[in-house]
Nanobody, 122 residues
Framework: VQLQASGGGLVQAGGSLRLSCAASGRTVSNYAMGWFRQAPGKGREFIATISWGSGRTSYADSVKGRFAISRDNAKNTVYLQMNSLKPEDTAVYYC????????????????WGQGTLVTVSS
């Protein structure tokens, strides 16, 4: 499956953005999908995941209550709604897919999008 992330940009602290991850080649309804981010000089950090079966979700503590992952299987797209953004949320955000029902670490995922930059100003 090929993934294309979009929706990043510059936003002030406290603002919101919605990232999209459009899939092609395969239907994402058979994949667990995840969002990760990588800030300059840091490793890739888990943000959120959604299973392909039940739609169960999981979030990193750093974004819990502010971010929400969702999927629209009809549009073959996964979203990350980001609210109450903070400067420390600044990073390149990546979406990823796995044929497994679940994943929370980068090595769980086989397919990756190219990343979209989110910059939060204070």
């Amino acid at each position: 499956v090929q993934l294309q992330a979009s929706g990043g940009g510059l936003v002030q602290a406290g603002g919101s953005l919605r990232l999209s991850c459009a899939a092609s080649g395969r239907t994402v309804s058979n994949y667990a999908m995840g969002w990760f981010r990588q800030a300059p000089g840091k490793g890739r950090e888990f943000i959120a995941t959604i299973s392909w079966g039940s739609g169960r979700t999981s979030y990193a503590d750093s974004v819990k209550g502010r971010f929400a992952i969702s999927r629209d299987n009809a549009k073959n797209t996964v979203y990350l709604q980001m609210n109450s953004l903070k400067p420390e949320d600044t990073a390149v955000y990546y979406c990823a897919a796995t044929r497994a029902d679940w994943g929370e670490v980068p090595t769980d995922f086989r397919s990756w999008g190219q990343g979209t930059l989110v910059t939060v100003s204070s």
